[in-house]
């Protein structure tokens, strides 16, 4: 179960007045405050460190899994699944089952027929949010959720 299952666990428990849960509760809290805040990219032989706040999306394509950050792109191990485990909630949003987005790095929502939108990045690029995550992405920068 990840951190948020068990954060949630622990704040019933503190409803139901259970004592050990305030204790609890602070655990997951800093779990979750102190996610990995770097990634590891492939760069050449070696690898670069990348900052979770350099990254401007994440892109799954042809098997691979693509980091896009300001200045280039790299290649990630990890499955985009696995990196949407790790990654901030709060910088990072899953548009479509092909990427992930910084959504410090978003500049616009453009509608398409059919219920789907691309975003539009400080880059320039767009990524095409599929129909079912619209609301939600717009939910996010919108502060709502």
């Known amino acids: 179960m990840g951190d948020h299952g068990r954060l949630?666990?622990?704040?019933e428990?503190?409803?139901?007045?259970?004592?050990?849960?305030?204790?609890?509760?602070?655990?997951?809290?800093?779990?979750?405050?102190?996610?990995?805040?770097?990634?590891?990219a492939r760069c050449g032989d070696g690898y670069k460190v990348v900052p979770q706040q350099d990254?401007?999306?994440?892109?799954?394509?042809?098997?691979?899994t693509k980091l896009c950050a300001r200045d280039r792109s790299y290649i990630l191990d990890p499955t985009l699944n696995d990196l949407e485990d790790r990654l901030d909630?709060?910088?990072?949003?899953?548009?479509?089952?092909?990427?992930?987005?910084?959504l410090n790095y978003v500049t616009e929502v453009q509608p398409l027929a059919g219920g789907t939108a691309d975003v539009v990045l400080h880059t320039g690029v767009r990524v095409e949010?599929?129909?079912?995550?619209?609301?939600?992405?717009?939910?996010?920068?919108?502060?709502?959720?």
């Open 8 to 11: 949630a666990r622990a704040i």
């Open 55 to 64: 990254v401007v999306y994440f892109l799954s394509e042809g098997g691979l």
């Open 13 to 40: 428990r503190v409803h139901s007045g259970s004592p050990e849960a305030g204790g609890e509760v602070e655990r997951v809290l800093h779990a979750l405050r102190t996610r990995n805040t770097r990634l590891l």
């Open 129 to 145: 949010v599929s129909r079912r995550r619209l609301k939600d992405l717009l939910d996010r920068l919108g502060g709502r959720a």
């Open 89 to 102: 909630p709060a910088l990072f949003f899953r548009v479509s089952r092909a990427a992930i987005v910084n």
